[in-house]
C-alpha cells in the first residue's frame, strides 16, 4: 500500500556545495510507521512546476540515535534533488513515505565482525547507517571504508564520519580516494577502480579477511568492486550492493512489439481490472493511468517499491536489481519493470 505522511522537516544541514542532510520530525504518533533498518530508504513526493515528483533518498542516521535524517545530493539536471537543495527548509513540510528496502545489515550484539564498505559520492548515504549502527550494536566488530570523491570539499558527512573514527578508533577506519586532488599517498589518488582496488588489496587491506561487503556508487564502480574482492576470495553472497541510477534501458518489447492486454490487480483485497495498452511501458503505469494507488518510487528496478505477486498467469520483467532469487522464485516482480504475456494474468499487491 502507498503510504506517504506529511513531515517537518527539523533541520536541513548543508554537508557539501551540493549536498545536504535533511533531518525529519516524526511524531509520536506516526513513530512506529517510520521504524527501519540501516540501509533502508525513504520515498520523497513533491509537486515541482505542477509535477508531482517522487524520489527515494537513503537514510544515513542510525535507528539506535532515534533520528530520521537522510542524505540529498544535488545531480546535474535533478529537478528533485535540486529542489532539495535550494528550496527546502527547516519547518517546511514533505509527504514521506514509510521506510523501504532490502538492503543493509542488522547488527547482532555479541556477533565479532569484519566488515568492508566501499563507497563512492553520494554512495555513503545508506553505509554511514550501516557503519554507525554496527559500531554501535557490535562492539567487537570492526569496519573500513574506502570512499571515493573528486576532492577533499565533495565527501558528504565528512565530520560524523571523523566523529565516528574519533569514537571507534580501534575498529574504524577510512580510506579517503579522491580523483582531482593528491593526496598523502598516489595509492589514494584517482577513482575507485580495478586498478586501484588491486593495488590496495596488495598492499593496504587483506580482502579475504571481510566477513561481508556493503557497496554504493555507480554500477561501473561496484563491478569493479565485486570482481576485486571475488578475486581475492569472497563469495558473492556476502557481498550486497546498492545501486541508485541505472544506466540499463527497462522493459524490453518495444511498444510495436506489444500486444493489447488486460490483467486483474488486487490491492487492500479487492480486484480491479485494468487495460494494457501497447503503449503503457509498465504494469506499473496502465494501473496509474486508470487511477490506482500503487506505490513507487525509482521506475528504475531499484528500489522494489512496486513489487508485486504473480497468481495467475505469465509475465515478463526487464531490469530487476532489487528481487532476490528466491522471491522471484516465489513469484514476485517489479510492476515497474514488468508487462503481462498475455491474459489471465492477476497481480496481489497487498503483500
Ligand atoms: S519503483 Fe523502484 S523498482 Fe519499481
Known amino acids: 500500500m502507498t503510504v506517504f505522511h506529511r513531515l517537518n522537516i527539523a533541520a536541513i544541514t548543508r554537508e557539501t556545495p551540493d549536498a ?90 555479541g556477533t565479532r565482525g569484519n566488515y568492508l564498505a566501499v563507497a563512492a559520492g553520494s ?50 577506519q577510512v580510506l579517503y580516494l579522491f580523483s ?11 577513482r575507485i577502480d580495478s586498478e586501484h582496488l588491486v593495488n590496495i588489496g596488495r598492499t593496504l587491506l587483506d580482502y579475504s579477511a571481510f566477513d561481508r561487503a556493503f557497496v554504493c556508487g555507480p554500477e561501473s564502480m561496484m563491478d569493479d568492486v565485486h570482481t576485486a574482492l571475488e ?3 569472497m563469495t558473492a553472497d556476502r557481498i550486497f550492493t546498492e545501486r541508485f541510477n541505472t544506466s540499463a534501458g527497462g522493459i524490453t518489447a518495444s511498444a510495436t512489439e506489444r500486444v493489447a492486454t488486460r490483467f486483474v490487480l488486487v490491492q487492500d483485497g479487492a480486484e480491479q481490472e485494468i487495460e494494457m495498452s501497447a503503449e503503457d511501458d509498465s504494469i506499473l ?13 525509482c521506475k528504475g528496478g531499484v528500489c522494489a517499491t512496486c513489487k508485486c505477486r504473480v497468481l495467475a498467469g505469465e509475465v515478463e520483467m526487464g531490469i530487476n536489481y532489487s528481487l532476490e532469487p528466491d522471491q522471484i522464485e516465489a513469484g514476485f516482480i517489479l510492476s515497474c519493470q514488468s508487462r503481462p504475456k498475455g491474459d489471465g494474468v492477476v497481480l496481489d499487491f497487498d503483500v
Not at 138 to 159: A, C, K, Q
Open 20 to 109: 545536504v542532510a535533511i533531518t525529519l520530525h516524526v511524531p509520536e504518533q506516526l513513530r512506529s510507521h517510520y521504524h527501519y533498518t540501516p540501509g533502508q530508504h525513504l520515498t520523497l513526493k513533491a509537486l515541482i512546476d505542477g509535477q508531482e515528483l517522487r524520489r527515494c533518498y537513503s537514510i544515513c542516521s542510525s535507528p539506535q540515535d532515534g533520528v530520521l535524517q537522510i542524505g540529498v545530493k544535488a545531480i546535474p539536471e535533478g529537478r528533485f534533488s535540486g529542489f532539495a537543495n535550494t528550496h527546502l527548509k527547516s519547518g517546511d513540510s514533505i509527504d514521506v513515505m514509510v521506510p523501504q528496502g532490502q538492503f543493509g545489515y542488522l547488527p547482532r550484539p
Open 123 to 172: 554512495g555513503i548515504t545508506p553505509l554511514l547507517s550501516i557503519i554507525t549502527t554496527t559500531l554501535q550494536q557490535e562492539p567487537e566488530s570492526r569496519f573500513t571504508l574506502i570512499y571515493g570523491n573528486r576532492t577533499s570539499r565533495t565527501v558528504m558527512f565528512r565530520e560524523a564520519l571523523t566523529d565516528l573514527k574519533n569514537r571507534y578508533a580501534q575498529r574504524f
Open 180 to 190: 582531482q586532488e593528491n593526496g598523502d599517498s598516489p595509492l589514494l589518488n584517482g
Open 231 to 233: 578475486q581475492a576470495g
Open 285 to 297: 503505469d496502465a494501473a496509474l493511468r486508470q487511477g490506482a494507488d500503487l506505490p513507487y518510487a
